[in-house]
């Protein structure tokens, strides 16, 4: 009966069925519909941002380490521990694209639990290293694992929902990840209160303890995630059906999920992602949102010990909170906007200009309460900007190969945007950083552009395959097809 109740829905789209069994039909694919992003949304969404939190974590405890002692106990000079830090990003960055590329291969369900697996035991690893030696060794194997986590996400997701979906989730699990590791601090902090114990200082028991965690996690999220929604135990077979019907439906001419499944790698497709205007306008505006996010955990405590409202470190912590805590609902906002009115660039255009004024306003003023407000909104107007412009590549990329190279290049590219924070910001300029704050103004004014670039790019396109000029493409699959429609 259920196998009818798709079937019967498939022939009312060609019109074979009367209106009478039209809006019936209507009201059982929305009732499939609901039931599967609401089952997707429970079993998947909450594993992701658990890995994403175990990264975000395992990428900031080297900070509280230093803090407690790490440099002297393993002999590192100042200079020596940043180079640890570059180590890091050159193999974190280098891995993305090629970990995107591999993980049809291996699978989902295997690839993204073993790697948090593998740099779960590396951080467990770093709780045990001796010398400056082990420290590079092991920093460069950590980038490589983690590396490959958050455009694996991104690209794993985007084979579960619709383009107008895709914005609310990344939304929920970027900005949820990112929370909760705003207060890996404190956690550091109790963690090294295990020690001295067992002959290890304070600081290794930070990266053992998390690595420990890490590892439990990967396994959770091993026995809990599916490869794709085809062979998701928590789906019936008739919402397991319906689950792929609508993606294959889905306004615009999304992708063809068999030609994916079927697709052979070919460099062709990775070069098409590569060689594409879209994702070098999107991935720079990104990076300079990034360059802003990176820094705000070099000046914020500045100003919040100027402000006199904290009397120790952990309070300190816990103000720095505050401006992810409002930008949060406003992100979840913004990609529910995203998603609902199927807008990306657009909406990127609408709260750039928030972080805009707060980056001009404190670059210019000294008084530490202004500047505080300041970072709220410069938090704000960066992370309401970060779903949309996250999944506006995935949005116009088909075909596997092609997705992955994008939504991997968008990653890497953005993430060198560690890099700007560190240099931009030197200890010397405190603790007003006009400079810094001055070169993050600029970066983000050309995001504003980039984006409004990008957007005139998709309707061209779009206007270009009205006007028949990809009708040699039609039938091929892929975002080239004249009924694939590009997300502006």
């Known amino acids: 009966m259920a196998a009818m109740t798709v079937k019967v829905a498939h022939d009312s789209d060609i019109g074979s069925g009367g209106d009478h069994e039209s809006i019936p039909m209507q009201r059982i694919n929305q009732d499939l519909t609901k039931r599967v992003l609401f089952k997707t949304d429970i079993r998947v969404v909450p594993l992701v941002m658990l890995l994403f939190l175990c990264s975000f974590l395992d990428r900031t405890n080297i900070g509280n380490a230093k803090i407690i002692g790490l440099e002297d106990d393993i002999h590192i000079s100042p ?60 920093r460069a194997v950590l980038g490589i694992f983690e590396g490959g986590l958050f ?186 906007v995203s998603d609902r009115l199927k807008l990306r660039g657009i909406i990127t255009l609408c709260v750039m200009p928030i972080s805009i004024v707060g980056y001009a306003v404190i670059a210019n003023v000294k008084q530490a309460e202004t500047r505080f407000a300041m970072t709220c909104l410069m938090a704000l107007g960066m992370y309401c900007a970060v779903p949309p412009v996250l999944v506006w590549n995935a949005n116009n990329s088909a075909g596997h190969y092609k997705r992955a190279t994008t939504s991997g290049l968008q990653l890497a590219i953005a993430n060198c945007g560690g890099f700007v924070a560190t240099f931009v910001y030197p200890a010397t300029e405190a603790p007003y950083y006009h400079k810094g704050h001055t070169i993050i103004l600029g970066l983000l004014c050309y995001a504003w552009f980039a984006a409004l670039a990008n957007v005139f790019w998709c309707i061209k396109i779009n206007r270009d395959k009205a006007a028949g000029k990809y009708d040699q493409y039609r039938g091929s699959g892929d975002d080239r097809d004249p009924e694939f429609k590009m997300v502006l």
């Open 79 to 138: 200079s020596q521990y940043r180079n640890g830090l570059a180590i890091y990003y050159a193999f974190y960055i280098a891995s993305e694209v090629p970990s995107n590329l591999i993980i049809k291969k291996i699978s989902p369900k295997v690839w993204l639990p073993f790697l948090t697996f593998a740099w779960g035991m590396i951080t467990l690893g770093i709780g045990f290293m001796r010398d400056y030696k082990d420290y590079m060794i092991l």
């Open 151 to 336: 455009p694996g996400i991104i690209l794993y997701l985007s084979s579960m929902y619709t383009r107008g979906e895709l914005a609310l989730r990344i939304g929920i699990f970027y900005t949820g990840g990112s929370l909760s590791g705003a207060f890996g601090g404190l956690l550091a902090r109790g963690l090294s209160a295990i020690g001295p114990r067992g002959g290890l200082e304070g600081w290794r028991w930070i990266f053992i303890m998390e690595g420990v965690i890490t590892c439990i996690v990967a396994a959770l999220s091993f026995i809990g995630l599916p490869n794709s929604l085809q062979e998701a135990s928590f789906l019936t077979k008739e919402e397991k059906q319906w689950a792929v019907d609508r993606l294959e439906q889905d306004e615009g001419g999304r992708f063809s999920r068999i030609r994916e499944l079927e697709e052979e790698f070919q460099w062709s497709e990775v070069r098409r992602g590569f060689f594409n205007i879209q994702v070098w306008l999107n991935s720079t505006s990104y990076f300079a949102m990034v360059s802003g996010l990176y820094s705000f955990g070099l000046f914020l405590p500045t100003i919040i010990k100027e402000m006199g409202i904290a009397r120790n470190a952990d309070q300190v912590q816990l103000w720095s909170v505050i401006p992810f805590a409002i930008a949060t609902p406003f992100t979840v906002l913004a990609a529910f």
